[in-house]
């Protein structure tokens, strides 16, 4: 993931072309997007509907229904932490809330900083390892406070 | 035979057609069924289960609207399980739904308070779930959005999308926090929102309400049905009056509009109430106006006129008749100048728009007007736009195009500015203004050498092909191109993709008509359609857009210096003696003068002396303002009736209150031909007088007496001596109108013209060569100036102007100029410019775009003192229309 990285809507255009004339082009699309920049930018969206001829609320309905597509840009790290029902039964709510008081933001915003993004988890089906974490899309298992704990930091001094 | 479905609601045998519902089969026999989402104009959705029924075969409750009965099905509307499940649904609904009815802005407007009531749910919550609780978006000038009190029917989105083609609604987020708003719910800023407020009007809650001016509550409103008196559509809405205020308008599900209007059609009618209304009639004393008695006016108007005849003769008179007023109020005027003034001086704003359009299609085929309905629309598989900006100036019609290109109709758009529509046509070829004809015979050149023409339609019904064939083959693409300043493959493909149509249907407008040359642009059309077969077929023909809301009637009754009412040439002896005989008066034979070349432009010889208008205000439409300022100067005594103080008016030596059209009963022709009714809604403002009762009464003290008690006698008068209205009444067009020809009072009138034969018999092929402006840019001007309407505004803002949040949309006059010229004059954006011809001067604010040409710019003409300023009066020699479309131009910074 590429955080802050410019706009380039000549350069995005070539890659809504390679998709143009698939059945359902939009959320490939959507996802080449959020690849990119780590959310849906606007000028973004707005190329789209130029280029697909769907309009741009349509566009926008679209990527704000989804939890995996963001609208507003997301942190340069993006801790997700599986809310799911079995890693839920072994304590990920309290990593949840731990890590929601220690980077002061709910789940779905990011740090003041621009450096973390709690984006919501559900189920990644590593349930006998749980509970799991993602950091920008890799698991770690296994997980207690401690651990995330020194995760962050480490993350932090980079 | 159709297959019908027998089946049985509520223990009563029905019938239903194929893929008919067991809503509409309801509907269709009123049997009440609830629905918030349904709505008969597009696909349903089953969102909002209220609709639902008991089926014999299936143990569980399924939603009519989506519901296709199958043979002996029995169905329950009415079961106590259906009533529970729909009390549920409103339970549920009503949970999370504020409670705020006493002070909500829909109380007595909303599908939930209705239903509420008639299955007793109680307003205390059964169900403990969180309220809706969302921002309101006040973006939008005319309405605001207040998720809080959707109910998520999605009837808004689908509308905006589906219906009006633009888009500009979606569900955000999901779940309970779904919300409908505007793209990236950032308000109007990114929205592509046009302000139709059709959302509004399908809304069944109070979600989306329209910015109201005045405090009212339903129950304190009436309704009176009528006819928008904005453009050539013609669409039909209610007038929601509290007293004698107008508080709103709601659009009617019905032929032409199918419930949709535009923002001028729904929110511009503040007009109608305006304190600045004229409220009584005004004598010029030394330069200043004095309210006066109708009495002290019309002697004054009396005494003009007889010292007026008596020194200078009848060719001193002359009467702007208006494409705003009925027809028949255009009638009476113009019987009012042939017999109290003798003259056949009489023409209006027509002149300036479609003359061309009624000569041209006239010598082609026999009549000048719209070949299809608008009806038809949907159903073209090419849709061929030249020389109109549907979506702005037509927009409901602009709806529909979109609506056939949903369905797979290919679009084509030539025009010199890549408007909204080029941006969504499958071809678009831009081209420099005034090459229309290099551009159709292009196209035709390429029909012919391709063989795509239709040699049966030819040979069959028309004459001419070979001298016209000959033209043709001069124009190879290549050749046009360069004229155009398009691409060889753009007019070769937009030939192929026009030919390949079975039912394609050519829309044209003032880009087309306004040319010192525009007679061959229409003909040249008419070439097209007729080569291609395109023509007197359903969803297949030639549709000149009119611009007003009573243009084509205006014409059709008469308001013209050639034709009585009925197009019946006035220099015909059998003509006159029919009118001689009908109005029992001696009548004059010669052709009267028209609107630019004496009337408005009479500086020159100063032959008229003497001008009567009503409801027009050249002083702002017509070309070249200043040479129009000296003529009404010159004239010896002018009387202006309209509904304001226009510009015109300020020129006046009498000035008469007219009412508006809210204020009384009448009919409007639109674009299509269709005759229909206007209905009197509130009691004329002020002192003010309809038009039709001005004028009747000064026939009648002039010593002409007219007694019509009510408009409807006056169209019995018409259609006694106008062939194609001759089957019209008021009792035939009380519902939906009459399309013109109807020629008898069972003729169920025309919808599509030129079947099987061309009015006037065989379909005449004219052999034209491109000619071009007269007024190229030089040295000294070496900018192109085109003009054209914008949305928010009517043509000069006597209307428009007078709505507040209109003008903040569009307050000044401003030009559209691309970046490379714009940078060759060091201009910004929004920077004040002077923009100069060889007429005059005007100023405009730059707004700078990428839709326009180089070295070309646009300016709308609804200013005053704008871009008349600097247009060119050069005329086209068969019909007077002047060259409005192309003059050249010079930008001058202001330092």
Redesign the interface.
Known sequence: MNHLKEIDLKQFGIIIDRFKDIKGPLIPILHEAENLYGYIPIEIQNLISQKLKISNAEINGVASFYTMFHTEPTGKYQIGICTGTTCHLNGSSKLLKHLEQSLDIKEGETTSDGQFTIIPVKCIGNCDVGPNITVDGRVHNNMNIKKLDKIIEDLSKR | MEKLIKFKIDGVEYNAKENETVLDVCKKNDIFIPTFCHDDRFASEAACRMCLVETSNSNKLMTSCTLIPTEGVEIQTNSDIVLEARQEVLKLTWASHPNDCVVCEADGNCKLQDYMYYYDIPSEKEYNIEVRDFEIDDSNKFFYIDPSKCILCGKC?NVC?QLVG?????????GKDTYV??????GMD???CVSCGNCVSVCPTGALVEKSHTKFRTKETRKVRTTCPYCGVGCQFNLVLKGDTVVRVDPINTTPNEGLLCIKGKFAYRYINHPNRLKSPLIKKNGVFYEATWEEAYTLIVNKISQAKKTYGSSAFAGLTSAKCTNEENYLFQKFMRIIFGTNNIDHCARLCHASTVTGLATTLGSGAMTNSISEVKNHDVIFVIGSNTTETHPVIGSFMRQAKKSGAKIIVAEPRKIDLA??ADLFVQIKPGTNVALLNGMMNVIYNENLYDKEFIRKRTENFDDFIKVVKQYPPERCAKICGCSVDGIIEAARIYAAGEKAGIYYAMGITQHSNGTNHVKSIANLAMLTGNIGKESSGINPLRGQNNVQGACDVGGLPDVYPGYQKVHLPEVKAKFEKAWGVKLSDEIGHSLLSHITHGAKDHSIKFLYIMGENPIVSDPDITNVKEALNNMNFIVVQDIFLTETAQYADVVLPASSYAEKDGTFTNTERRVQRIRKALDPIGDSKPDWVIIQELMTLLGYPQHFNHPSEIMDEIASLSPIYAGINYDRIDKIGLQWPVHNKNHPGTKYLHKDKFSRGLGLFTPIEYLGAKELPDDEYPLTLTTGRVLYHFHTRTMTGKCTRINELVPNNFIEINQITAKKYKLDDMEEVIIKSRRGETTAEVHITDIIGDNIIFMPFHFADGANMLTNVVLDETCDIPELKVAACEIVKKS
């Open positions: 989105i999308d633009v888009g500009a609604l979606s569900f955000n987020e999901r708003s505007f793209a990236f719910n950032k990114f929205s592509t941006k969504e």
